[in-house]
């Protein structure tokens, strides 16, 4: 009766004290697209995603009723970085939805045009005013709209005190010169709205900050832009946090928290003793620092961990013990800092470059591509599911196995159309019209025999192919109900392996993962190796390995396809999620290698593709391959068959 009694009286003393307008709520899904579209548009980096943001403690002033109810402590505000924009997810400020939606897409506008300075939070905001108006003058009777609305809801300075009426002050102050006397956008430059809003006296305390003062209000026209500290990285959707334990079958599909939070790194100090808890009295009004009472069971599978972490400032991240492992489990979207660079020496293996997108330049051997043979296991030496793993992976694959090689013999058995012939079989349309074009130019000499026909031909192809899979730790989740994504991997290499040996065209599967700067290359299969029993098995056991630094995976299969004399060289890349490291390859620094990774296999005359069932995929993929060179796969269990399209289209016209 009691929680009961309490549960009523919170959700009513919640209402009551709830000063947003929920009745004209825009959700950040709704318009995500289009805010993409217009960060981009203004000149926004390509590389900055649009996150939802992570509540943060906030200032201003509080009625009795939001004291009573502790609301009003926390909001979700606009913040950009180099790596992400960050937006609220829900936006209710306003009586009115439009207003509540051109705010979006106002921060998204602003977003484009922001540059961090010394000057300051303030001085900052207002400059990237200016720019988003004049880049984007159909806005500025939206933004009036909206800077008149949101100083209607200002407090009032002459009701506070000491430093945060100061700076107040001046929040109103540059708001109403970024309007103009007429209340439309002023037109004069940034550092006129700058001393017009400072006046003749000196500056607010906290108004040239880096970050909004914490004493303050927040200002939903502005945005906090952020300059990462050195070392600071996104991990891509919580893949240090997420995906380091397997999950069980009969385990519920993982949820996704798509906020941004920041964490740290820290150790666990919990006792080694299951069965001990020792008293932490201390640790009881602390949400902040890392608690862990070991338990002998896993968590409970009702717990809210994003309710969870929504009442904590700082997310701690430990390394889980060996052998455990948790059967509820949530992703998180971190804003983490990293280890340092490990400069130590990473052992043997061939020296591979990585690009350093903040100096500019190409590192030369600093990583190290580590080559690994598994040998097949004697049968004796191994259990009676590993032996028969080939086998039934045979059984079980056979229907799609014969669809995928017919359709792989067919593209050697097909004829292939040769054009610009003197004499053939049919008429080139394309070619008879540039004839009948160049004929009315005098300059082009006539009376040659014109080359307007084609015939269909037999020709050798001439194409060889690496394929590089993904075996990151992140492929131990389940991607469908009853599999895995390394059992969905490993169905793909053994069909698609069936497939190209049918063609005949020449191919090398690698695997590929790794530990900082040491990448290890699992040859599952070479060039010149036959698709045997070996190789199947190779293939069969391939299991979930550690980390994706992607850039240093393309370039070593862009030296074996360097090797091939064929005239067209394919580089196959299946993964299924964003490159990340333990060290500084994670976020922004390992998608600009992995780009000028493809760039420089472009440049070498290779074509890579990549083949992916990550859900985030348009978000970054696009600027990493083009937009014609990755194709995203929406059902995980029909990736075999995908695969088998991405090949076809790709190699149809290969002679």
């Known amino acids: 009766?009691?929680?009961?009694?309490?549960?009523?009286?919170?959700?009513?003393?919640?209402?009551?004290?709830?000063?947003?307008?929920?009745?004209?709520?825009?959700?950040?899904?709704?318009?995500?697209?289009?805010?993409?579209?217009?960060?981009?548009?203004?000149?926004?980096?390509?590389?900055?995603?649009?996150?939802?943001?992570?509540?943060?403690?906030?200032?201003?002033?509080?009625?009795?009723?939001?004291?009573?109810?502790?609301?009003?402590?926390?909001?979700?505000?606009?913040?950009?970085?180099?790596?992400?924009?960050?937006?609220?997810?829900?936006?209710?400020?306003?009586?009115?939805?439009?207003?509540?939606?051109?705010?979006?897409?106002?921060?998204?506008?602003?977003g484009a045009c922001h540059v961090a300075t010394p000057a300051g939070w303030l001085a900052d905001n207002l400059a990237a005013t200016q720019r988003a108006l004049a880049r984007f003058p159909g806005l500025e009777t939206r933004y009036a709209r909206?800077?008149?609305?949101?100083?209607?809801?200002?407090?009032?300075p002459a009701r506070l005190q000491g430093t945060p009426r100061q700076t107040e002050q001046a929040i109103q102050d540059a708001l109403r010169a970024s309007l103009g006397a007429t209340g439309r956008p002023a037109t004069h430059p940034a550092g006129a709205v700058t001393a017009a809003a400072a006046g003749s006296g000196p500056a607010a305390p906290g108004a040239g900050g880096a970050r909004q003062p914490a004493d303050v209000a927040p200002v939903w026209v502005w945005l906090q832009a952020l300059q990462a500290p050195a070392g600071q990285v996104t991990p891509p959707d919580g893949a240090d946090a997420a995906d380091v334990a397997a999950r069980r079958p009969q385990d519920k599909q993982a949820q996704q928290d798509r906020k941004r939070r920041r964490a740290q790194r820290t150790e666990?100090?919990?006792?080694?003793?299951?069965?001990?808890?020792?008293?932490?009295?201390?640790?009881?009004?602390?949400?902040?620092?890392?608690?862990?009472?070991?338990?002998?069971?896993?968590?409970?599978?009702?717990?809210?961990y994003s309710q969870v972490a929504d009442d904590m400032e700082e997310l701690a991240l430990a390394q889980r013990k060996p052998g455990e492992t948790l059967a509820a489990r949530v992703k998180f979207d971190l804003d983490l800092p990293s280890a340092a660079a490990d400069d130590l020496p990473v052992g043997e293996g061939e020296p591979l470059p990585e690009w350093d997108y903040q100096r500019g330049q190409l590192l030369p051997e600093h990583c190290r591509a580590q080559r690994l043979r598994h040998r097949p296991v004697p049968p004796d030496a191994i259990e009676i599911e590993a032996a028969g793993a080939v086998p039934a992976l045979e059984k079980r694959l056979r229907s799609t196995s014969r669809q995928v090689r017919r359709r792989f013999e067919a593209l050697r058995a097909a004829p292939r159309w040769q054009h610009g012939l003197t004499q053939g079989d049919e008429l080139d349309l394309d070619a008879w019209v540039r004839h009948q074009v160049d004929r009315r130019d005098a300059r082009q000499p006539h009376g040659e025999a014109p080359a307007i026909y084609a015939r269909r031909v037999r020709a050798e192809r001439s194409l060889s192919t690496v394929m590089l899979a993904d075996l990151s730790l992140s492929t131990d989740a389940y991607a469908t109900p009853g599999a895995r994504v390394i059992d969905l991997v490993?169905?793909?290499?053994?069909?698609?392996?069936?497939?190209?040996?049918?063609?005949?065209d020449p191919f090398e599967m690698l695997g590929f993962s790794s530990v900082r700067r040491a990448v290890r290359i699992h040859e599952l299969k070479r060039f010149g190796e036959r698709w045997n029993d070996a190789a199947r098995e190779r293939v069969a056991a391939i299991k979930p390995g550690f980390y994706t630094r992607m850039g240093a995976a393309i370039r070593y299969g862009t030296r074996r396809l360097a090797e091939r004399p064929e005239r067209q060289r394919l580089l196959l890349i299946l993964s299924d999620g964003k490159p990340n490291d333990l060290d500084h390859y994670e976020g922004r620094h390992g998608l600009e290698d992995t780009r000028h990774a493809v760039h420089a296999a472009r440049q070498a005359g290779l074509v890579p593709f990549c083949v992916t069932i990550d859900e985030q995929a348009n978000a970054y993929l696009p600027r990493l391959f083009g937009t014609q060179g990755f194709a995203l796969v929406h059902r995980p269990e029909q990736l075999a068959r995908a695969l088998t399209q991405v090949y076809i289209?790709?190699?149809?016209?290969?002679?």
Do not use: C
Request: glycine content about 8%; cysteine-free.
């Open 1 to 110: 009766m009691e929680e009961w009694v309490g549960q009523r009286w919170h959700r009513f003393i919640w209402r009551a004290a709830d000063t947003s307008f929920t009745q004209a709520a825009v959700r950040l899904e709704q318009v995500q697209r289009a805010v993409q579209l217009l960060f981009r548009a203004g000149g926004g980096d390509p590389l900055v995603r649009v996150a939802p943001a992570s509540a943060e403690k906030v200032g201003g002033p509080r009625g009795w009723l939001q004291k009573l109810a502790g609301q009003g402590e926390r909001a979700s505000v606009g913040t950009l970085d180099e790596q992400t924009l960050a937006l609220p997810p829900v936006i209710a400020v306003f009586p009115d939805a439009t207003l509540n939606r051109d705010l979006y897409l106002w921060l998204a506008a602003q």
């Open 146 to 156: 909206l800077a008149r609305a949101h100083l209607a809801q200002r407090p009032d």
């Open 649 to 655: 289209r790709l190699t149809a016209s290969v002679r």
């Open 490 to 504: 490993r169905d793909s290499l053994f069909v698609f392996g069936n497939a190209l040996d049918a063609v005949g």
């Open 268 to 304: 666990d100090t919990s006792s080694k003793h299951g069965l001990v808890m020792f008293f932490r009295a201390e640790s009881i009004l602390s949400w902040s620092e890392f608690v862990r009472v070991n338990r002998t069971a896993d968590d409970e599978d009702n717990q809210d």
